[in-house]
């Protein structure tokens, strides 16, 4: 679908220019016999697929395209110092010079624009000083600077001039003292100083560095009272005042030396100065005259007038005002910022290095552009360096010598009011040479030219027929401007836009026009009213599979034309029995019959595109095994091949065995299966063709494997028998030993029992035991 918005269709155009100023993908149908009945003469403006779907040749529709021509191609200088001296005006660092563009609306034309930095290129230097008491001894640095100057810019260009001028303050007061004494000497004590003044142009530009000795040197400090001071004034006169300071078409800087503050727009007010300052050159033998009727310029203003001169400005001011001119220098393009101290040698070298990094980047900027104009670039840098939006306006660190290219789109929008060509030109920042181009612009068809003024065919000549339809004059309407805009709302024409007499004018879907209906533009463009009273579109027919008459067809007036081939209210029954035919050759297989190039299985049991599936048949669950196998569980023999085997069916996973479809539930015969894999595990899923007739499997997303043994139990069993089967052997040779130990001990029993010797009557056997007997005993006794 086309987005809503399309700017062909919103454009409403009325003839061929106003539809090709709408976009560039717009074309305009040019064939008479173009448009149906209804449709209004702007639905002529489309998009060209548009029109040519909707049967308009390409040769008659108009697409005019924007073009692109070099007039001036002068290539860009290559030279080395020393070579032979060329003027300034010969010497060229930018392709093309000059170029047209022819412009239609929203197609952008590109050109490359090539710079190239010149060896030995001439440079005018203008060394512009603050005078005011506390530069003295500036002074005294600058007064030997023209010749010194001049040895170390030989090193650059064998093409040098210098020039010299001073300011101080406008001379009213606040800022300086107006008494008789004051305005003779504004010093103090015994300083012999110079009357104060706004700007001096000391020196035109020269290339004599003694006479800017000379001159410098009999310059004298003047003063002021406050302690801002006058510059913005000064700068202003040395940028407009090319032909007084000398300038030529050559490298400009300016170099700007003060050790204070500065003045702006605004401030003139305190000495009674309200008029803004004009930007005119106001020099009077060399001197500044109006500085007391205009007030001072504003940053804006310098940044115009020196950009429009070309001049590169060079801040040579002390340390403690650094942080105001650098917020300056990010104001104005192409200045740099050096810190000014009491050394000659110092402000040579801020010079030379301020210059070096002014001249190593180039800043392409361009004119005012027309109304509806906008341009891009795209700069190609050193290294490789590419950058787009406003960073592709410009290159750094470019060495003399560097080439650089920009790549640059011009696009407008519409066509200017009048229509006539406009001058662009671009320049790079700092540069006098500059790209002109001439931007013409495509309004009207190459037809627009075969146009009939008050032709004929637009009711007795009421318009100009151009570009297959009228053009009709003020105050007239209608396709052939037949009615007068007077006389469009009346109920006589109102009533031969209703149909069958009907209340409803041009059926709610178009205006009645001239007595004719022009049927409503809807934002699609493929989607259209049409007919005589705006009461046929053709969008509105029946659909199939979300298309309008099933893709097979085209809707003409709320009916579907079919392809060939197809048929029925929606386009959505083929003719075409190939879609049918089985793999055996057979109509359905044999088992149904083809309507619409879809089978209609008599058999309940076989199912598909071609009744060739049965998923109740034997051998179904084996068939699909391997394939459920890989996609649910990742394993099987097709686990590396799955992706292209095994996608025929569409996969849904379940908890558990009961969460499977069961016959009972389903719309649709299906097939319990259960398998077993290597692992010996089981799974369980069905498998079915639903009434999309997709193939469809539910599997439970577990397998039911057998349990594995517990290993604690039978090492513990095992250590335990152990242990226990040690003991027992340990009691049975218990037992065994006390068996053995009594049958021996009865054994030597019956031996003992059986001795026929007895120790009592042992003959050897000697009794241990002697008897003495005292003699004297029993004698004492007898006595008594």
């Not at 406050?226 to 202003?236: N, Q």
């Not at 057998?706 to 218990?734: C, E, F, N, Q, Y």
């Amino acid at each position: 679908l086309h987005l809503k918005g399309n700017e062909c269709i919103n454009a409403n155009a009325k003839y061929c220019g106003e539809c090709i100023q709408a976009g560039a993908k717009c074309g305009w149908c040019k064939d008479p016999n173009f448009l149906k009945q209804g449709e209004t003469v702007s639905t002529r403006c489309d998009e060209l697929q548009s029109l040519i779907k909707r049967g308009c040749a390409e040769a008659e529709i108009e697409n005019p395209h924007g073009t692109h021509k070099i007039i001036k191609d002068k290539p860009v200088t290559n030279r080395s110092k020393g070579a032979e001296k060329l003027k300034p005006e010969d010497i060229t660092q930018i392709q093309p010079q000059k170029l047209s563009l022819t412009l239609r609306s929203g197609e952008p034309q590109s050109f490359n624009l090539k710079f190239k930095r010149a060896e030995d290129y001439p440079i005018d230097l203008y060394y512009l000083m603050d005078l005011s008491y506390s530069m003295k001894d500036d002074l005294e640095n600058v007064k030997n600077l023209g010749t010194s100057l001049r040895v170390e810019m030989s090193k650059i260009t064998s093409d040098f001039r210098i020039g010299f001028g001073s300011f101080v303050e406008k001379t009213v007061m606040p800022y300086i003292s107006t008494t008789p004494a004051k305005l003779l000497n504004p010093c103090t004590g015994d300083q012999n100083c110079t009357s104060p003044f706004s700007y001096k142009n000391v020196l035109k530009l020269t290339e004599d560095g003694k006479k800017f000795n000379t001159l410098v040197g009999q310059q004298h400090i003047s003063g002021n009272l406050d302690s801002p001071e006058g510059g913005f004034d000064a700068i202003m006169q040395v940028a407009v005042c090319g032909e007084q300071i000398g300038w030529r078409n050559v490298t400009r800087l300016l170099v700007f030396s003060t050790d204070a503050g500065f003045h702006f727009a605004g401030d003139g007010k305190l000495g009674g100065i309200v008029l803004p300052n004009d930007g005119k050159c106001h020099l009077e033998n060399n001197v500044y005259t109006m500085s007391h009727y205009y007030d001072y310029p504003s940053i804006a203003h310098l940044v115009q007038k020196l950009s429009d001169n070309n001049i590169q400005t060079i801040f040579a001011v002390t340390e403690e005002f650094q942080p105001v001119y650098q917020e300056l220098k990010n104001l104005i393009p192409k200045s740099a910022v050096g810190t000014l101290s009491a050394n000659s040698s110092n402000v040579i070298n801020l010079i030379i290095d301020a210059y070096n990094s002014l001249s190593s980047e180039v800043i392409l900027e361009n004119s005012k552009l027309p109304e509806g104009v906008t341009i891009a670039y795209t700069s190609h840098c050193k290294n490789g360096v590419v950058s787009e939006g406003e960073n592709g306006r410009k290159c750094s660190n470019i060495s003399i010598g560097d080439e650089v290219m920009f790549s640059i789109s011009v696009t407008s929008k519409g066509c200017p009011k009048q229509g006539k060509p406009e001058t662009i030109k671009i320049k790079p920042l700092g540069f006098t040479e500059e790209v002109e181009i001439t931007l013409n612009f495509i309004c009207e068809c190459e037809c627009h030219k075969e146009g009939v003024k008050n032709s004929p065919k637009c009711h007795f000549g009421n318009g100009t027929y151009e570009c297959g339809a009228c053009k009709c004059n003020e105050g007239r309407v209608g396709r052939k401007c037949e009615c007068s805009s007077n006389d469009v709302a009346t109920e006589d024409m109102d009533r031969t836009c209703r149909k069958d007499n009907g209340t409803d004018i041009c059926s709610n879907n178009g205006d009645c026009v001239c007595g004719t209906c022009e049927c409503k533009k809807r934002d699609n463009p493929e989607e259209r009213y049409s007919g005589p009273y705006c009461e046929c579109d053709n969008f509105n027919c029946d659909r199939s599979g979300n298309k309008l008459c099933g893709g097979h067809g085209r809707c003409e007036c709320r009916v579907c034309i079919c392809d060939p081939m197809w048929t029925g209210s929606a386009c959505d029954c083929s003719l075409d029995n190939s879609t049918c035919m089985a793999t055996n050759k057979q109509i359905c297989n044999g088992r149904g019959t083809c309507e619409c190039g879809i089978c209609k299985c008599t058999n309940p049991k076989f199912q598909g595109p071609t009744c060739e599936t049965c998923p109740t048949c034997p051998g179904v669950c084996v068939e699909h095994k391997e394939c459920v196998q890989c996609r649910a569980f990742g394993t099987g023999e097709k686990k590396d091949t799955c992706e292209q085997d095994c996608s025929y069916f569409h996969l849904i996973k379940v908890k558990d065995r009961d969460k499977l479809p069961q016959p009972n539930d389903a719309s649709y015969p299906l097939m319990h299966c259960k398998e077993r894999d290597t692992n010996d595990c089981w799974f369980y899923y069905t498998y079915a063709v639903n009434n999309n007739t997709e193939k469809e499997v539910h599997v439970v997303e577990t397998q039911d494997c057998p349990a594995g043994p517990d290993i604690i139990p039978i090492v513990a069993g095992v250590v335990a028998g152990i242990v226990l089967i040690g003991l027992a052997l340990l009691l049975i040779w218990k037992l065994l030993m006390i068996i053995h130990d009594r049958r021996e001990f009865a054994k030597f029993e019956k031996e003992k029992m059986n001795a026929k010797w007895d120790t009592q009557e042992n003959p050897i056997y000697k009794s241990p035991i002697n008897q003495f007997q005292n003699p004297n005993y029993g004698r004492k006794a007898a006595a008594l």
